[in-house]
């Protein structure tokens, strides 16, 4: 099982960026996707959460309204669309695939918003 990142960057303070994770080696519809970050000391945090195409959403509070997570079964993708990026979200994303007791991690793309 494979999970890819790709898309983090720089960018400045009330900027976008789209994050895409490429999955393969999973039966991709199986599984709810996820995105978790981490900023240097901090722990790894849930930034959003997507059972299945169909289902609503979960969102942290800090991202609510400037985030969105997408899914497209069809390509074994999951994006995160940012928005209105603040400084306090720069951190290593992670894209997260789980079913059951099955977890996978992506490796990670690191964003940094800064001026």
């Known amino acids: 099982v494979q999970l890819v990142e790709s898309g983090g960057g720089l960018v400045q303070p009330g900027g976008s960026l789209r994050l895409s994770c490429a999955a393969s080696?999973?039966?991709?519809?199986?599984?709810?996707m996820s995105w978790h970050r981490q900023a240097p000391g901090k722990e790894r945090e849930l930034v959003a959460m997507l059972f299945n195409a169909a289902d609503s959403a979960n969102y942290a509070d800090s991202v609510k309204g400037r985030f969105t997570i997408s899914r497209d079964d069809a390509k074994n993708t999951v994006t995160l669309q940012m928005n209105s990026l603040k400084p306090e979200d720069t951190a290593v994303y992670y894209c997260?695939?789980?079913?059951?007791?099955?977890?996978?991690w992506g490796q990670g793309t690191q964003v940094t918003v800064s001026s």
């Open positions: 997260r695939a789980f079913a059951r007791t099955m977890i996978y």
């Open positions: 080696g999973l039966t991709f519809s199986n599984y709810a």
